[in-house]
């Protein structure tokens, strides 16, 4: 069992950054693969970004995000990131951080086991 806290959410203007934090107990991080989504009102949950487990070297993103969102992870910390630049009005949501069991990265919303409550991000143009 996996639990996920997420936190970093707020307002901000449009161009500013973000960082959103997901905080993870249990202690097998690594052998996870995690990934943040988010959703609008009104719309389906969506995927943002995702990174394997070990030693993260896959990455996998959105097209939508790419080249403004980051995510990374710290095993020793059991925490995974997602850095946000640049944002947009359009990037408002709640943003939801995911465990999958297993190391592959993944951007469907049904292979992963585990969710957080998501945590709000409002961008004000």
């Known amino acids: 069992q996996v639990q996920l806290v997420e936190s970093g959410g707020g307002l901000v203007q449009a161009g500013d950054s973000l960082r959103l934090s997901c905080a993870a107990s249990?202690?097998?991080?690594?052998?996870?693969?995690m990934g943040w989504f988010r959703q609008a009102p009104g719309k389906e949950r969506e995927f943002v970004a995702a990174?394997?487990?070990?030693?993260?070297?896959?990455?996998y993103y959105a097209d939508s995000v790419k080249g403004r969102f980051t995510i990374s992870r710290d095993n020793a910390e059991n925490t995974v990131y997602l850095q946000m630049d640049s944002l947009k009005p359009e990037d408002t949501a709640v943003y939801y951080c995911?465990?999958?069991?297993?190391?592959?990265?993944?951007?469907?919303?049904?292979?992963?086991?585990?969710w957080g409550q998501g945590t709000q991000v409002t961008v004000s143009s």
């Open positions: 995911a465990a999958k069991s297993g190391t592959i990265v993944a951007g469907l919303a049904r292979e992963y086991d585990y």
């Open positions: 249990g202690r097998t991080f690594n052998k996870y693969a």
């Open positions: 990174i394997g487990g070990w030693s993260a070297e896959s990455t």
